[in-house]
């Protein structure tokens, strides 16, 4: 008989349904609306952009889903794992000149099965990745929420392994794929993916 401790058991989280923003929080006069405005009302912020920019992709996608935090890609739409990165000329904080564009964290550990922990390696995740940049240089024209102030690249998994890097700038994002406008992400989506590798049982159409 083993005395090696036993490790506990998994508990499961399970499916929240989605908040409104009405709902009051108990012994504080608040609203789950307040706490948004509260956490991320400044769209320029890194990380709240990135969620605009899944955001963006899902709708330009017809995907109302919400995002699942912490899986291997953001979206998935007819059987095509999504990642979405976001940058962008202008930040939350005083600048001597407009930040570079880059898009970081192309490669990743992968959960799978999140018993097992994360993957020993780093690899790419999702079959096609669509590179989000806000490219607006004046405080005075900044309006993120315009999609005519976004340019997106589409490019397909086989391209970043042939690169094998975690990042790249607007410039080798440029070679790899044309500028696309909001209205040409799903075509666009659609042809780098073909042919896409999904696995089977996924969701058809999850969203962020």
């Known amino acids: 008989m083993s005395d090696a401790p ?9 499916e929240v349904p989605p908040l409104n923003g009405e709902e009051r929080f108990v012994g504080v006069a608040a609203t789950v609306a ?10 320029r912020v890194n990380n709240t952009r990135g ?5 963006l992709v899902a709708r330009a996608l017809g995907s109302s889903a919400h995002r699942v935090e912490w899986d291997d890609y953001d979206v998935l739409w007819r059987g095509i794992k999504i990642e979405v990165k976001a940058s962008a000329y202008l930040q939350a904080w005083p600048q001597r000149a407009p930040s570079q564009l880059r898009f970081t964290g192309l490669r990743g550990h992968s959960w799978g099965d999140i018993t097992q922990g994360m993957s020993a390696e780093k690899t790419y995740k999702a079959d096609v990745y669509v590179l989000a940049a806000l490219t607006t240089t004046s405080h005075a024209d900044y309006d993120p929420l315009d999609v005519s ?11 970043l392994i042939e690169l094998g890097v975690d990042s790249i700038g607007r410039s080798t994002a440029a070679r ?13 989506i659609s042809s780098a993916a073909t042919p896409a590798s999904s696995s089977a049982g996924d969701d058809p159409d999850r969203g962020v």
């Open 176 to 188: 790899l794929s044309p500028s696309l406008r909001f209205d040409q992400l799903a075509e666009a």
């Open 51 to 55: 969620y605009l920019a899944e955001f």
């Open 149 to 159: 102030a976004w340019e997106f690249f589409v490019i397909p998994r086989s391209k």
């Open 34 to 43: 307040d706490f948004w405005r509260f956490a991320m009302s400044d769209l």
């Open 6 to 14: 036993q490790q506990p058991e998994w508990i499961p989280a399970p």
